[in-house]
């Protein structure tokens, strides 16, 4: 796993969490652009990485997410 530490956003004044390496790596984690297939059993955890380290969270940064499965 990669170390995190928490932070405060000095925006919103939530705790947020930020991964060691400096606010470089955190950048460029944020400005990320994925695009996952399958949304299955392994994919939602992906999913949940993804969002715990923040990856597509800047306005320039993207998670897309598709799965040919019908729900029923």
Not at 33 to 60: D, H, I, P
Request: a positive charge; proline letters at 4%; hydrophobic letters at 35%.
């Amino acid at each position: 796993p990669i170390p995190c530490v928490p932070w405060q956003s000095q925006t919103s004044g939530q705790y947020q969490r930020r991964v060691h390496g400096g606010k470089k790596i955190h950048q460029k984690l944020t400005d990320l652009n994925v695009f996952l297939v399958g949304a299955g059993a392994l994919g939602c955890e992906y999913v949940k990485m993804l969002a715990l380290l923040g990856v597509g969270t800047s306005a320039r940064g993207k998670v897309h997410v598709t799965d040919m499965d019908h729900a029923r």
